[in-house]
């Protein structure tokens, strides 16, 4: 079983459209994260968020917004889409905050694509 | 900015040789983290060294910690060509609960 989904893996779209990415994990894990990759690899982190705590990266156009209706989804909405929102965006899960032993669980990444 | 760099940026070497990898950053941090990602594919954990670690290691992996210098090494031992991917280091800070990557080492293993 994929311990960290995202669906769907490719999405093409035009500008001005809205749309939303789908994140499930099944490790029972606290925290859900979204992070961006451009086109050079870099990885920004958006958003986190932890039982109810968002963290939001101020960075972060207000078009995006993510909406968790229980502890294992985390979905990402986007509105209005530019064309410098194209990028891979990665979900991401850790079993808990603020401790020694955390780690990032990652999936496989939805590659979005706005002409 | 709480996002750290590596260098180099790209590193080609023989199957065989060692690779070494340097990140640094620039906040205290809880523990600091390596990734890798195989093209078109997701980030998956390596190793974690924690602060108050300098030195760890995982079957071929080694890596050091350095927190008055801000910055970290993995060495990879003995490279195969499957070690071929981006690796990235990931620090998470004593307060918030984000991890914060590196800009990636973009590693090419030669057979």
């Known amino acids: 079983d994929t311990a960290v989904s995202q669906t769907p893996k490719y999405l093409v779209t035009q500008m001005g459209n809205d749309k939303s990415i789908k994140c499930e994990q099944n490790l029972g894990h606290d925290t859900m994260y979204w992070y961006k990759q451009d086109s050079k690899k870099f990885l920004k982190i958006m958003f986190s968020y932890n039982n109810k705590e968002l963290i939001i990266n101020e960075t972060v156009p207000n078009r995006f917004s993510p909406k968790s209706p229980d502890k294992a989804h985390l979905n990402l909405h986007i509105n209005s889409l530019e064309l410098g929102d194209s990028a891979v965006y990665f979900c991401?899960?850790?079993?808990?905050?603020?401790?020694?032993?955390?780690?990032?669980?990652f999936g496989q990444g939805t590659r979005l694509t706005v002409v | 900015s709480q996002q750290g760099e590596e260098d180099p940026q790209a590193l080609s070497i023989q199957e065989g040789e060692n690779a070494t990898m340097n990140c640094s950053y620039k906040t205290s941090i809880n523990n600091l983290q390596w990734y890798r990602q195989n093209s078109g594919r997701g980030l998956v954990h390596l190793i974690l060294i924690r602060s108050n670690e300098r030195e760890k290691h995982s079957g071929r992996l080694r890596v050091t910690l350095d927190t008055s210098k801000k910055s970290s090494s993995l060495l990879i031992t003995a490279s195969r060509a499957a070690d071929t991917a981006s690796y990235f280091c990931?620090?998470?800070?004593?307060?918030?609960?984000?991890?914060?990557f590196g800009t990636g080492t973009s590693l090419t293993v030669i057979p």
């Open positions: 990931a620090t998470a800070p004593f307060t918030g609960n984000q991890f914060y």
């Open positions: 991401a899960s850790s079993p808990r905050t603020r401790s020694w032993n955390t780690e990032a669980f």
